[in-house]
């Protein structure tokens, strides 16, 4: 089994719609993390999450809203799309007390969202 | 300036051949550095982390030069299977934020 999973994988929405983009890993990591990746672009952080109780913006939060709902669990949603939010989310973890390996981060599948 | 630069590719490359590509990075108190490989469209997969030593994986090598603030990834005897899109990713601070670049696209042709 996948260490850390996102559903759904793919979503076509409409313009003004609410969505959310689910994340659930069992690495036990207590870091997650949100990117989103356009064509020729790095990926770019959205929000991140030291643990339950820490929730930070990151480069491109504006339109997205966070919940972390557990140590395992941590969901995107946008409130209204918008179809510049057309893109491939990811969803990533970390573990901080991992020595050498403490930055490394572990990737979802993805989410190819469209919004039209 | 991009935090991380990388030459876009793509380099296509006969199999059996080797190839070297490099990265730039901006914030010289970077401190953890890595290559991650990215098949199309699919989730970046962590390829090797770069040491200050420079560091070798089977046919990959990585370098790192702090001087001139780039890493370099090396890949002998390209397989088929390596056709991928390599991201230079460089830490962007102590607290785990990771800058990305977007990635150097190499084709293996037989």
């Known amino acids: 089994d996948a260490d850390v999973t996102q559903t759904p994988r793919n979503r076509i929405t409409k313009t003004g719609k609410r969505i959310m983009l689910e994340c659930s890993q069992t690495?036990?990591?207590?870091?997650m993390y949100w990117y989103r990746q356009d064509p020729g672009l790095g990926l770019q952080l959205i929000y991140y999450?030291?643990?339950?109780?820490?929730?930070n913006k990151g480069e491109i939060s504006d339109g997205y809203s966070v919940s972390r709902q557990a140590q395992a669990k941590f969901s995107l949603s946008l409130e209204s799309a918008i179809p510049n939010q057309t893109a491939l989310y990811f969803c990533?973890?970390?573990?901080?007390?991992?020595?050498?390996?403490?930055?490394?981060?572990?990737f979802g599948p993805g989410t190819r969202l469209t919004v039209l | 300036r991009k935090e991380v630069e990388q030459d876009p590719g793509p380099f296509n490359v006969p199999e059996g051949a080797t190839v070297a590509f490099n990265c730039t990075y901006s914030?010289?108190?970077?401190?953890?550095f890595f290559w991650y490989r990215q098949d199309c469209r699919k989730e970046p997969k962590l390829l090797m982390s770069?040491?200050?030593s420079g560091n070798e994986d089977g046919r990959f090598t990585a370098q790192l030069n702090r001087a001139s603030q780039y890493i370099s990834l090396l890949i002998r005897d390209s397989k088929l299977s390596d056709s991928a899109t390599y991201l230079c990713v460089v830490n962007r601070d102590s607290w785990g934020k990771l800058q990305f670049g977007a990635g150097t696209q190499v084709v293996v042709t037989p």
């Open positions: 990533a973890t970390s573990d901080p007390g991992a020595g050498l390996k403490a930055d490394t981060q572990y």
């Open positions: 770069v040491y200050s």
């Open positions: 999450s030291f643990d339950v109780k820490d929730i």
């Open positions: 914030n010289s108190a970077s401190q953890s």
């Open positions: 690495k036990g990591h207590d870091r």
